[in-house]
């Protein structure tokens, strides 16, 4: 998957539970990011991690977390608290900040 | 922080006419912007994209054109073939900073 690779594919979750969505890269880029993107909607910034053990909110990180303790992987936990989290989640790393964005496959999330 | 925006949100061609999409942009420090095409259900895909001491830059079927005076950018397809149907995504971002991506744009190219 161009070096980046996000699992699962598919990811079910009940009311009220937690689900981590995993994100790794082999490229080694410093910065990586968490975009969600509703249907017919473009993406939208959850949160970004410019350097191991640092990250920071982006537009709609309520209802989500994150961990940066290694360089290859920046895992998204969708909490309990995220109230609407149906929706295609994608992971994107780039060699410094904001430039030359390399995007996993995606993993999309269904309540049921 | 950054605020992208892009039109037409929609855009229907007939097969060899030329598609032009629109973004403008918020922040005058922003100096990278490029273009994405993501089909169905899959990733984004960088097609093409530009920095800010360029105006304008072509590859093939497809240009951007930036106005830094003006904070715009546009993508242009010429000579639109069924394959180019897609929804296409502006972005832009800064040194440091991270990107901040328009609501895309679904472009139906009819044979």
């Known amino acids: 998957d161009g070096g980046i690779t996000q699992s699962p594919k598919y990811l079910f979750r009940k009311e009220g539970q937690n689900v981590t969505l995993s994100c790794e890269q082999n490229l080694n880029h410093d910065a990586m990011y968490w975009y969600r993107q509703d249907p017919g909607q473009g993406l939208r910034l959850i949160y970004y991690?410019?350097?191991?053990?640092?990250?920071q909110k982006g537009d709609i990180a309520e209802g989500y977390s994150v961990s940066r303790e290694k360089k290859e992987s920046f895992p998204l936990t969708v909490t309990s608290a995220q109230k609407n989290p149906t929706a295609f989640y994608l992971c994107a790393s780039s060699i410094t900040g904001g430039v030359g964005y390399t995007f996993g496959s995606g993993t999309r999330l269904t309540v049921v | 922080g950054e605020n992208v925006e892009q039109h037409p949100s929609t855009l229907s061609v007939q097969e060899g006419d030329s598609a032009v999409i629109k973004c403008t942009y918020s922040d005058s420090a922003s100096n990278y912007f490029p273009w994405y095409k993501q089909e169905l259900g899959k990733r984004p895909q960088l097609i093409i994209d530009i920095r800010s001491n360029v105006g304008e830059k072509k590859d093939q079927r497809i240009a951007v054109t930036l106005n830094k005076t003006a904070k715009h950018f546009s993508l242009h397809i010429t000579e639109t073939q069924p394959e180019d149907s897609a929804v296409y995504f502006c972005?832009?971002?800064?040194?440091?900073?991270?990107?901040?991506f328009g609501a895309g744009t679904r472009l139906t190219v009819k044979p």
């Open positions: 972005a832009a971002s800064k040194r440091g900073g991270d990107m901040r």
């Open positions: 991690s410019q350097i191991v053990n640092d990250f």
